[in-house]
């Protein structure tokens, strides 16, 4: 089972960037398909972006054109680059991992992003 520790949170003014990252140990990286999902309070978990193990990625509406997502499979990594930052993206930020073969699921312990003035 792949381990997953997100970094990169933290507060930030509205119009601002972020860029989180997800390093992944305990099995082979590419096996998976990785993703960022977001939880804001009081509201379900939401997908932001999915990269597949072969590289096809799915941004979530509420953050298409402000977010991107990509791997980097030399390093174990999955990032969320994040721009144009509003107080709606304030959210606890989940990085999962879905091996290819077998569907696990596994998730990161979650990093806190805010965004304020």
């Known amino acids: 089972q792949v381990q997953l520790v997100e970094s990169g949170g933290g507060l930030v003014q509205p119009g601002g960037s972020l860029r989180l990252a997800c390093a992944a140990s305990?099995?082979?990286?590419?096996?998976?398909?990785m993703g960022w999902y977001r939880q804001a309070p009081g509201k379900q978990r939401e997908m932001v972006a999915i990269?597949?193990?072969?590289?096809?990625?799915s941004i979530g509406n509420s953050v298409k054109g402000r977010f991107t997502i990509s791997r980097d499979n030399a390093k174990n990594t999955v990032y969320l680059q994040m721009n144009s930052l509003s107080p709606d993206d304030t959210a606890v930020y989940y990085c999962n991992a879905v091996r290819v073969i077998g569907g696990f699921v596994s998730w990161g312990q979650g990093t806190q992003v805010t965004v304020s003035s």
């Open positions: 990269i597949g193990s072969s590289g096809v990625t």
């Open positions: 305990g099995s082979i990286f590419s096996n998976y398909h």
